[in-house]
């Protein structure tokens, strides 16, 4: 392969329409290592950004992303294009707030009917 190929250029749409990016990564880079690097580049003024890589789903080509993957795995053959940028959809997940129900919750009075 040559030093063109181990690239590829890469821009991160938000899902407000904005973008990080364009950056190039070489192919063995992890998708892990892509959400790092959006996680420091994530713009300042925009709220509920990411803490952790498993706050982001990375979306491409209609597919969400595998940490362990590479971005050579995830490539599609439209990738191959020389001088196209490859954008990838960045969803990111609210943190799980966990529910705590009181102890009376579970003690309430459920009525089951079953017909024989």
Known sequence: ???AQDQMEIKFRLIDGSDI???N???ATSVATLKEDIIAQWP???ENGPKTVKD???ISAGRILDNNRTVEEC???LYDIPGVVTTMHVVVQ???TEVKKSPS???QNKCVCIIL
């Open 44 to 46: 300042k003024e925009k």
């Open 94 to 96: 609210p943190p799980a």
């Open 56 to 58: 982001i789903k990375l």
């Open 25 to 27: 990564f070489p192919v």
């Open 75 to 77: 490539r599609s053959p």
């Open 21 to 23: 990016g364009p950056k």
């Open 105 to 107: 919750d579970s003690k």
């Open 1 to 3: 392969m040559s030093g």
